[in-house]
């Protein structure tokens, strides 16, 4: 098996998802991912350490850095809303 990008892993999950009838509004990346995806898609760091917030790659979609390791996780607006009311989004 070769190995996925995460963009095209990315691309792949949101298609599921709308197949399922949910609706995906945001990528959550964890710092070792926030690497390799910045590795992956040329992604320049801002002086914040950021991306901007809508990344081409990540199909136009939120990009949210978590505090995990390891995390590649497409989500909706429910569980955006919900991680957002425990953490702060920058």
């Not at 950021?50 to 909706?76: F, H, I, K, W």
Request: glycine share 6%.
């Amino acid at each position: 098996m070769t190995e996925q990008t995460i963009e095209v892993y990315v691309t792949q999950t949101i298609e599921k998802m709308q197949k399922q009838g949910q609706v995906p509004v945001a990528v959550f990346i964890g710092h070792e991912d926030w690497l390799v995806f910045s590795e992956q898609s040329k992604v320049s760091y801002t002086p914040f350490g950021s991306a901007r917030r809508y990344q081409p790659a990540l199909g136009g979609l939120l990009l949210v850095r978590v505090d995990e390791m390891n995390c590649v996780r497409v989500v909706t607006q429910a569980e955006l809303d919900a991680f957002a009311a425990t953490h702060q989004i920058l």
